[in-house]
């Protein structure tokens, strides 16, 4: 028998003040759609931990008795497998691929209805407990839900097994083969997978019970106004007991602080077997309305109380007030008022490096937060509804989502084709439909040349689903049937000639849902926009500029800012660099590479925000940045990103000082790339390093001034000879999760002894860890060692299933006398926000590295590395007499 563990919250509560908390803030995560409240009578377990895996065909592995003893055990989310950060070209496996789990369930269990809640399964996928098939799912993107309340057995091991295949299949979209699609289809359970166990009267969910506009909470609004809001809820009560129910369902509405805004509650009466649908409404006097500016939520605790005042079931919704309307040639109008400015986001791809789309909800937040923080305002889920945790983080940070259908370029004319279709918007709807950011649905399947008819069912499934105002949908304005859609994509007037809309429509809204990307042709995707960060300053410059305002008509960031109302924005191809299925190249064209580290064209996207600070979790306020890196390959110009008034750049102690200062009044972007024409000059910084203390003074420093005031600094050195390694987080103050699925970016880089950062070199850094901590991927993917890349190495940390230290090691992997000195980091994993569920002697057999690896990784003791340093020092100090000779033998000017 599997040994049961199951860490209830009275644990991780227990544990956790024990824990310093260093993070400023830790983000919320719903669970299959709900926030878990405390004595509800309703529980949520992490399934989480502790999968065994199969990569390929398995018959017979559904069985209870089958051996699967000799399969590896991973947690999830899991992506299959590991790969490189260069993974396009169809290198990914495609195929089948099987998933056991064991568990004893606790007795604590018992009597209670208990739902797996799978967010998503790639491709074609069975579910089955016990050697029982329970589900059956087509599609890659949306929730699977089994009930398995009468399939466990109680006492023994439990196992639940899944069948998943990502091959392509045209019977279900996104349908179209790999080889020929721009993206790429990842295996897996690449999402959360929860256990939720409640009493047999329950709130229903959404995604189980197939209602049109209904099952579980549906929150919408109406008559928003900043004076007074009508929030309008509906509840789907389902009764699993033998006695027919009476009671109510309760509504409490709370402030952020707390503070009860609303209390109602509508009496029910629920047959044995039966559902009903409780609907009411409050009225919310001076609602804090829900912006990109000032994303306010409010929240929504609802609870089934019996006449005894029992709570039966219940949780909190994180709702958002806010209003949406799209008005022709007056544009886009929030909360009742016209939007002051265009809105300028990205398309996003939830794919990252190594783990493919297998993303913990932390690395959500953190990209949504990258994004916002650049100024974004907008994000398009190209092309599939993206995870629950990214929903969550732009409902939190204040980022409109467009919500996509999966789909590209594909259409096939059996019926069940367009059914699974329809299926996908029923659900994506129902899933997605209580966030306050979501702008717009993009039911159409994106660049599908399908039926005409097609365009308005897919319409009509919306307002079916979401019958309520303040919900509406876009469409490509090429496309068959766009002329029911009330919003559509197009390019604007002003841009390229072959792309841009010929007449405005006054009915019509129109958005561009992709811009930036300008390939030579469609097969080679040579562009000024594609550019790895590794390519250097030149290279990101060019991106940059042709993403800001280039010398050539195309949709660009200052474009689009010189639209009339009436075109109210677009989101850039792409936010990051991804991998693609018909092209060998991944796709280069995003403002930060894989890991998430920037692209100077980031820094340019933050110098379009407002110059105004806001006591808001993403970062905002004046901003200024040095694209120059001060190498002999520099340009003589020097690039600023800024969004003050001036800016002044100082070119070494007693060199050159110059001044920017920013139009007055300007049509079109915010804030113009400022170039600072012939400015530096290597030959200087050489002549004044070869001076005896003078290297201190070769720099190039940028102040920006708003009203005359210096607000902002940025300040940039050569860097000298690689003497030492930096290792940092990249984690954006949030904790790293004990639930052996969280993990965070680990950064090495090379420096010289006063940190800064050798863009130019060609190391491999080698990590070793230890503690609660496993690195993802090995040599056998490059994850590590890691090649220096533009001057930093990433690895991806992984949290075990115990809270504890973990310590991180880096060094260049051939080590010698004159080598970069060892870094060393420490970190601590926290207990898991939710109990989890797994069989230790199974977790046990987790591995703590990913794969063997080629080149021997040791950790080193303090004393090693206090004595590395010191001979490094000594070795300094011995280059001084070297260093000299080479002078009196040199070049002495």
């Known amino acids: 028998m599997k040994q049961r563990i199951l860490l209830y919250y009275l644990i991780a509560l227990l544990l956790f003040p024990l824990c310093k908390v260093q993070a400023t803030h830790q983000p919320e995560f719903s669970t299959a759609g709900f926030y878990q409240l405390a ?55 495609q195929g089948e691929a099987w998933y056991r789990k064991h568990f004893t369930p606790a007795d604590a269990l018992k009597g209670k209805k208990l739902f797996l809640h799978f967010e998503a399964i790639m491709g074609k996928s069975k579910v089955f407990v016990n050697g029982k098939l329970l589900a059956e799912h087509f599609g890659g993107y949306l929730p699977v839900v089994v009930d398995i309340t009468n399939a466990l057995k109680w006492e023994t091991d439990n196992i639940i097994a899944v069948w998943t295949d990502n091959s392509n299949d045209p019977g279900y979209p996104p349908g179209k083969a790999q080889d020929v699609l721009d993206y790429t289809y990842f295996g897996g359970i690449y999402r959360d997978c929860w256990l939720i166990a409640h009493n047999s009267v329950f709130i229903t969910d959404p995604n189980f019970e197939n209602e049109t506009a209904g099952g579980g909470l549906f929150v919408a609004y109406d008559k928003v106004s900043d004076n007074s809001a ?86 909190r919704c994180r709702i958002g007030i806010r209003s949406i309307e799209f008005k022709g040639k007056d544009g886009f109008w929030l909360n009742g008022k016209p939007y002051e400015s265009p809105l300028i986001g990205a398309n996003r791809h939830q794919d990252f490096a190594v783990v493919g789309n297998a993303v913990a909800n932390s690395i959500h937040w953190r990209d949504a937060k990258k994004l916002r923080d650049a100024g974004l305002k907008i994000i398009r889920n190209a092309h599939c509804p993206q995870d629950p945790a990214f929903m969550d983080a732009c409902d939190e940070l204040g980022l409109f989502v467009i919500v996509n259908t999966p789909g590209w370029q594909f259409w096939n004319d059996a019926p069940e084709f367009a059914q699974r279709v329809y299926s996908d918007i029923r659900n994506m709807v129902r899933r997605d439909r209580n966030h306050p950011c979501v702008w717009l649905w993009e039911p159409i399947l994106n660049e599908t040349w399908y039926p005409a008819d097609f365009a308005k069912n897919t319409l009509d499934l919306v307002a079916q689903e979401y019958p309520y105002p303040y919900c509406y949908s876009g469409c490509d304005s090429e496309a068959r049937g766009h002329e ?64 800001a305002a280039p010398n050539y008509p195309y949709t660009c960031y200052d474009v689009l800012y010189r639209t009339p109302r009436q075109h109210v924005g677009g989101c850039l191809w792409h936010s990051f660099d991804h ?76 060199g050159k000082s110059l001044t920017y200062t920013k139009p007055v009044s300007r049509e079109g972007m915010p804030s113009p790339i400022i170039t600072f024409k012939d400015v530096y000059n290597f030959m200087i910084d050489k002549n004044m390093s070869m001076k005896e203390g003078r290297q201190k003074e070769v720099f190039l420093l940028a102040e920006g001034l708003i009203n005359g005031k210096v607000v902002a600094t940025h300040k940039v050195c ?23 699925s969280d993990f965070v970016t680990v950064i090495a880089a090379i420096a010289d002894k ?140």
Not at 521 to 542: C, F, K, T, Y
Not at 863 to 890: C, H, I, P, S, T
């Open 230 to 315: 009508e929030v309008l809820l509906k509840t789907h009560v389902r009764n699993e007991s033998k006695k027919t129910f009476t009671g109510v369902v309760e509504y409490e509405l709370q402030q952020p602080d707390g503070r009860q805004v609303a209390f109602l509650n509508d009496k029910v009466q629920v047959r044995p077997g039966k559902a009903i649908t409780s609907k009411d409404k409050i009225i919310v006097k001076k609602p804090m309305l829900w912006s990109p500016e000032n994303p306010t939520l409010y929240n929504l605790i609802v609870r089934i109380r019996d006449n005894e005042g029992n709570t039966i079931d219940g949780y």
């Open 754 to 893: 006063n940190g800064n950062i050798k863009r130019l070199n060609n190391y491999y850094v080698k990590f070793h860890i230890e503690g609660e901590g496993r690195i993802l991927g090995g040599a056998n993917v490059l994850a590590n060692p890691a090649p220096v890349k533009w001057g930093t190495a990433p690895i991806l940390v992984q949290s075990t299933l115990k809270p504890g230290k973990i310590k991180i090691t880096a060094s260049v992997l051939f080590e010698g006398s004159q080598m970069p000195v060892s870094a060393e980091l420490e970190l601590e994993s926290k207990p898991s926000a939710y109990p989890l569920i797994y069989a230790s002697e199974e977790a046990a057999l987790i591995p703590m590295k990913s794969d063997s690896q080629s080149f021997p990784i040791t950790a080193k003791s303090q004393k090693e590395l206090e004595k590395e340093k010191a001979v490094k020092e000594q070795n300094e100090r011995k280059l001084k007499e070297v260093e000299q000779q080479q002078a009196d033998f040199g070049e002495k000017k």
């Open 39 to 93: 004595n509800s009578g309703r529980d949520v377990f992490s399934m989480n931990p502790a999968w065994r895996l199969h990569k390929g065909a398995a018959p017979g592995a559904e069985a209870i008795h089958f051996d699967d003893r000799n399969w590896e055990v991973v947690s999830l989310p899991n992506g299959i497998e590991y790969l490189p950060t260069e993974a396009s070209g169809c290198i990914n496996y």
């Open 484 to 547: 029911v859609y009330p919003v559509l994509f197009t390019h604007p007037a002003n841009a390229d000639k072959d792309w841009a809309i010929k007449k405005l429509d006054p009915k019509i809204t129109y958005f561009t849902r992709e811009w930036g990307d300008n390939v030579d042709d469609w097969n080679s995707h040579n562009s000024p926009s594609r550019v790895a960060r590794n390519w250097g300053e030149q290279a990101m410059l060019i991106q940059a500029w042709h993403y």
């Open 579 to 654: 991998q693609r299925g018909y092209h060998p190249d991944p796709f280069y064209g995003g403002l930060m590479d894989v890991f998430r580290q920037p692209k100077y064209s980031y820094y340019m996207f933050q110098a379009q925000r407002s110059p105004k600070k806001q006591d808001r979790l993403f970062e905002t306020g004046p901003m200024v940045y040095i694209a120059h890196e001060m190498t002999p390959f520099s340009p003589k110009d020097v690039t600023v990103y800024s969004n003050c008034d001036e800016v002044r750049l100082t070119y070494n102690k007693g």
């Open 718 to 740: 050569p860097a000298r000879r690689p003497s030492k390694l930096l290792l940092w987080i990249d984690n954006e103050n949030t904790e790293l999760k004990a639930d052996g």
